[in-house]
């Protein structure tokens, strides 16, 4: 177990893990202390199970609290299905398990102390996406760019433009008005002293946040005009 990251070092004559960050040489007498202390060198967090042949590392201490389960005896719900005996900590990781065996659902997320089953290959890529962070569903408009984990995600995300209304400015003496809530919200800064980048082509007004963003929608104008 991760021992709270212990900041003494070992002087027993056991010490076998020599912190090898430059200008350091700390030792210590376990891999989870070592771990731990490197973090101090990193400013990173690592959980590092330390069971005899295992050495798993998690960034996580809540992923690495539920892996450390599957070494102890804190199991209790065993597959009957013969030939299987797969344990689990809880009887809804042990039912969505057993979906498997009768193939309605027949993938299984095998990170550690999940236990999701999917019937489509599909369905457990994009659930896997929220183990590792990856985020491949990425929004198009010019002035967004965030990304998301699953297409669904992002198609909830889509609706908040709410592309098609119009937003107009309510700065006393100001009389844009805008296609985007987000273009308004960025014109709004303008007025209170922070820098914006406004599309310059006419009847147009787009605002972003950043240089780059306003290069890559004035290529559109460019293209349009070209046609």
Not at 24 to 50: I, K, P
Not at 113 to 126: V, W
Not at 140 to 157: E, I
Request: hydrophobic share 25%; aromatic share 10%; glycine share 8%.
């Amino acid at each position: 177990m991760v021992a709270s990251c212990v900041q003494s070092y070992s002087t027993a004559h056991d010490v076998s893990h020599l912190c090898r960050f430059p200008g350091c040489g700390a030792e210590f007498s376990t891999l989870t202390e070592l771990a731990c202390h490197l973090g101090t060198h990193t400013g990173e967090r690592l959980y590092v199970c330390d069971w005899p042949g295992c050495y798993k590392e998690f960034s996580s201490r809540a992923y690495f609290m539920v892996h450390k389960r599957y070494h102890g005896n804190d199991r209790p719900y065993i597959c009957n299905i013969p030939g299987c005996g797969s344990r689990f900590t809880n009887l809804s990781h042990l039912k969505r398990h057993q979906a498997t065996h009768t193939g309605s659902l027949s993938h299984m997320c095998d990170y550690d102390g999940c236990g999701h089953a999917f019937a489509h290959l599909s369905d457990l890529i994009k659930h896997k996406n929220t183990h590792t962070g990856e985020r491949p569903y990425q929004c198009d408009y010019s002035d967004c760019g965030k990304a998301f984990a699953q297409s669904s995600t992002l198609n909830r995300h889509k609706r908040t433009h709410e592309v098609g209304s119009v937003y107009a400015c309510d700065w006393p003496g100001c009389d844009k008005s805008f296609k985007r809530v987000s273009h308004l919200a960025l014109h709004k800064r303008a007025h209170s002293g922070h820098r914006v980048f406004t599309c310059t082509h006419e009847k147009c007004n787009a605002v972003f946040s950043t240089s780059s963003n306003l290069t890559r929608h004035m290529l559109k104008h460019t293209d349009t005009n070209a046609q």
